[in-house]
């Protein structure tokens, strides 16, 4: 897990102010449209494409890495790319289920890429042959999804990449594409194109348009303030993401200009070391080392290291996209399937520490583990302590804390009451013998007043 340093997180909030809102947007407009996001904390990611056919090798060759970027890293030319429509057949597809594992690990929302860096469109598109009419399947794939996401109360979401390595008019050649043939590439021919087919994906009522691939020299700052305008104005409650526009600090994600569109941002496979007051953020991670579907990268990462990535995201205010690449069958891999069990069983005892919850009152992360905080109705509020490394003297000490405690216990026993002690401007909690459970045991203690750390 890479940690952007403190200073150059700090300088960014000197710069960044609040990103972008919508125009003529008020603050309480902005709440009310951005509410859904911040209580969710957690959503699902999937890459899914012709990329899932060969599953990250190519004549031979293994690729590692994102393999959704096989095209690339393979150098294919168009022409040869195309013959894979021919076997992406995902008839094990079923969206019902994959929403259903995505709920019950306490993901509120799902983002989909319905188009990726190689343009194939994931449905049926008025536009262009170059999508899922074209394969022996035919059938819509997003429609199932958002039916499902409709019945589970599941906000369905929508990833798009600008950049298309399969259109003519893309104005960023590269030989190996074989349309670099297009000696001046129109980008106004291009943008129609991509509006018609946003067009076609604001029917759906995605809650998110993520975009992405956005950083080739053809798409331009310019171009991004009307799409994201061209987008607010048709669907007012739509929340678009940084990459729309050209103001993200690459992997970190963080805008680096108030002038740019997007409403929150994107760090990508990385944890800022601390959050941005009033600034939205979704970290978005793999659970191996690749976004789309590879028959060979088996580096999983463990479900105590999901678990607590999403503790950690969320202690600094932010929200996890967390990534599953399903196979060319439509099946999510058995490894993330596995994980995803794991994480909805600690979500179902400790989801209330994770949703609807807000940054930790703690300037520096403590070392026994992460906090999230909840305001109360009464004006108290009320602390969740995500505890990774158990008190061996049963003392839990939260230096710096003033408030008087109010009341402590496990958040999975709420009827057995843990002593709170306070003394020299620190809190105790005398805690049990043994952690309850060794991802994270989670104690519950509630304060008089706003959170005070010195
Ligand atoms: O190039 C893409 C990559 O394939 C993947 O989709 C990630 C996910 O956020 N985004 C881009 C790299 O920043």
């Known amino acids: 897990m890479k940690f952007t340093p403190i200073l150059a997180v700090a300088a960014l909030a000197a ?35 012709l990329y899932a056919v060969p599953a990250g090798e190519w004549k031979g060759k293994k690729y590692g890495g994102g393999v959704e970027w096989l095209q690339s890293l393979a150098n294919i030319p168009v022409a040869e790319y195309t013959p894979l429509l021919e076997k992406f057949n995902p008839v094990k597809y079923d969206a019902e289920e994959w929403v259903r594992l995505a709920k019950d690990a306490g993901m509120k929302y799902i983002v989909i890429t319905t188009k990726h860096h190689d343009g194939f ?23 199932p999804l958002a039916d499902a996401c409709a019945k589970q109360g599941i906000r369905l979401c929508f990833y798009h990449s600008i950049m298309d390595w399969h259109h003519p008019e893309w104005g960023d050649k590269a030989a190996w594409r074989g349309n670099a043939a297009t000696a001046k590439p129109d980008m106004d021919k291009f943008s129609a194109y991509l509006k018609a087919q946003l067009d076609e994906l604001l029917a759906y009522k995605p809650g998110i348009l993520w975009f992405d691939g956005e950083w080739e020299k053809a798409w331009t700052h310019e171009r991004g303030v009307d799409l994201y305008n061209y987008l607010l104005e048709k669907s007012p409650a739509l929340i678009v993401n940084n990459r729309v526009d050209k103001g993200r600090n690459g992997m970190a994600g963080f805008n680096t200009g108030s002038q740019f569109k997007g409403d929150y941002c994107t760090p990508e496979q990385e944890i800022p070391a601390s959050g941005l007051p009033g600034v939205d953020w979704e970290s978005c991670m793999t659970m191996n080392n690749t976004w789309g579907y590879s028959a060979h990268d088996n580096k999983w990462k463990s479900t105590e290291m999901l678990v607590r990535n999403l503790i950690d995201i969320a202690s600094k205010g932010g929200n996890y996209l967390l990534n599953v690449g399903p196979t060319s069958e439509g099946l999510i891999p058995a490894p993330s399937v596995e994980r995803l069990q794991g994480i909805a069983a600690w979500m179902k005892v400790n989801g209330a520490a994770i949703h609807g919850t807000t940054a930790s009152p703690f300037s520096k992360t403590p070392d026994w583990g992460r906090c999230t905080t909840r305001s109360l109705p009464d004006g108290n509020t009320r602390l969740y302590l995500h505890v990774f490394n158990w008190p061996a003297d049963g003392r839990l000490v939260l230096n710096g804390l003033t408030n008087e405690g109010l009341k402590a216990s496990l958040l999975a026993k709420p009827g057995d009451a843990l002593k709170i002690t306070s003394a020299d401007g620190s809190l105790t909690i005398a805690v049990p013998a043994q952690a309850a459970d060794p991802l994270a045991t989670v104690i519950v203690l509630d304060v008089k007043g706003a959170a005070k750390v010195q």
């Open 15 to 49: 710069v960044l102010g609040n990103v972008q809102p919508a125009q003529a947007e008020t603050k309480a407009e902005n709440d009310a449209r951005m509410g859904w996001f911040r209580e969710a904390r957690f959503g699902m990611f999937i890459h899914w494409g």
């Open 121 to 143: 469109c994931l449905w049926d598109s008025a536009q262009t042959d170059w999508d899922i009419g074209a394969t022996p399947y035919k059938k819509d794939l997003l429609k």
